[in-house]
């Protein structure tokens, strides 16, 4: 089966996201975008607008002293809707954090992200990484 | 385009929980699913093999007051994983809900899920629905 063109986008998203050059970013994402972080800990919330999510990638990024990657196990998508299988590790301090993350995103008509939400397989260690 | 089994085989299986089947759905899940729910709820927390499915698709219904009726949006499925989209709606006397669900899974070697993830897009409103008993991890 052939593979959505979704997907490669998407793949290079990542690839940018993991060089840090958030403001490359701004290329994937809708201008309304909403990022949901779930969990119970400093960065939870909803981040509305893709300053706001550019804004709490650098945060990411900073916290993390650029050591958080992610690595896709799977990307599925069509012309709405991805959802991605994602490993995701960083350091903090002494703090590590090395888990799967199940991510959903709604899709634009251009490709572009207009709504994230996430779950962890392990959202304990995700709340113990981020407090 | 013809869809994938994997796509297949969950649309059956919610099929099997909305016409509350519970052999049925646990006909698709492995002996030692691990089941992930998020938020502060009495379905909420990691839930470990058939007991646990049961545990959690009962406690669905019976805080909902078995008012819960779900509509499949999307389905994006592969050889290992798959991913269904839920559009969720439920009443009682005391708030209603309407969220969107990202259901997601891995399935083994036989094609029966064995790692799922259930994630509503605005947990707010699951938690503040469901609220008023205790949750955690089991």
Known sequence: MSEHPNVPRIRGALEVYNSGDHDAMKAFLADDIVWHVGGNHEM?????????????????????????????????????????????????????????????????????????????????????FWT | MQEHPNAIRMRQTVDAFMSGDMPRLLQGFADDVVWYAPGDTPVSGTFHGHEGIIEFFSGLNESSGESMKV?????????????????????????????????????DGQGRWDRCWFLPDKLDEWNRFFAGASSGQR
């Open chain 1, 44 to 128: 939870s919330g909803d981040y509305h607008g893709v300053d706001a999510v550019l804004g709490y990638f650098r945060d990411v990024r900073r916290m993390t002293a650029g050591t958080l990657q992610v690595e896709a196990e799977e990307i599925l998508a069509n012309d709405r809707h991805a959802s991605l299988f994602m490993h995701v590790t960083a350091h903090r301090d002494v703090r590590t954090l090395d888990v799967l993350l199940a991510e959903a995103l709604t899709l634009d008509d251009r490709g572009r992200w207009n709504e994230y939400w996430a779950l962890a397989n392990d959202q304990d260690a995700v709340d113990a």
């Open chain 2, 71 to 107: 509509r499949v949006d999307d389905v994006l499925a592969g050889e290992r994983y798959v991913t269904i989209f839920l559009d969720i709606t439920a009443e009682r006397h005391d708030g209603r809900l309407s969220v969107i669900v990202a259901q997601f899974a891995s399935a």
